[in-house]
């Protein structure tokens, strides 16, 4: 639970962030490497001309460069994430000896907290190993807004019926994006409680939100980024139909130990 409540957190913070950067009027400023900060002349200003190298070398199609970007940015976290099953997968693994410490020291909270921390701590167990896949992912999702927004190329690109530059009035975009985070939280919910089930629901209409107010370019690499993560969690997790209920053995469909 704590782990999906500081995910919240950190999408909240890139709405704002994102949205800070859009009322700037440098926001749209093309990069000058002479005047631009730390994060501009090293994340933004080289991200922004991997995506020109990529759509040179894919027919001109910049939608075909943000979907390699995706790849390539979901591949290098793919360390974090398989963390985080391993870890998610041992808290399932404990879940016996956390009822036990609940039931023992449920007059006194601080004592049952400190115990839980010592048992997660023996056990190689890091409860926020959840969110560093989405922390690692924030400073990007900033420099890919702005290198969109501040690349001529990009921002007046059109892709399919979209123009990334500029959100998808039709709304076909960000319902895509809802819908494709809404499965991906599907094929995780064998590693969530019945409260964190209850912010499946939450977390699609954030995305939908997003996607409505934003360049396209951005909730399109959202959309890469989902797509990539269902099939990922078809491998670790397996399909949510024979997934097993937290605590149960390794299915077929996920990965062995």
Known sequence: MTRRIYTLLALSAVILLLSGCGTSSAASAPIDLNTANFFTKYLTYPLSKTLDWFANHLWGQYGL???????IIRLIILPLTLKQYRSSKR?????PEMKKLKEKYKDDPKKQQEETMKLFQSNGVNPLAGCFPIIVQMPILI???QSIM????????????????KPDHLYILPIIAAA?????????????????????YIFPVMIFVMSMNFASA???????GNIFTIVQSYFIYGSPGKQKKPGSQNNKGGLSK
């Open 65 to 71: 460069a943000i979907l390699v970007v995706t790849v």
């Open 91 to 95: 808290m399932q693994e404990l879940q």
């Open 143 to 145: 420099a890919l807004y």
């Open 150 to 165: 501040r690349n001529d190329h990009i921002r007046d690109h059109t892709f399919l019926w979209l123009n990334l530059g």
């Open 180 to 200: 494709t985070t809404f499965v991906q939280q599907m094929f995780m919910s064998s590693q969530m409680n019945q409260q964190m089930k209850s912010l499946m």
């Open 218 to 224: 951005l909730p399109l690499y959202w959309v890469y």
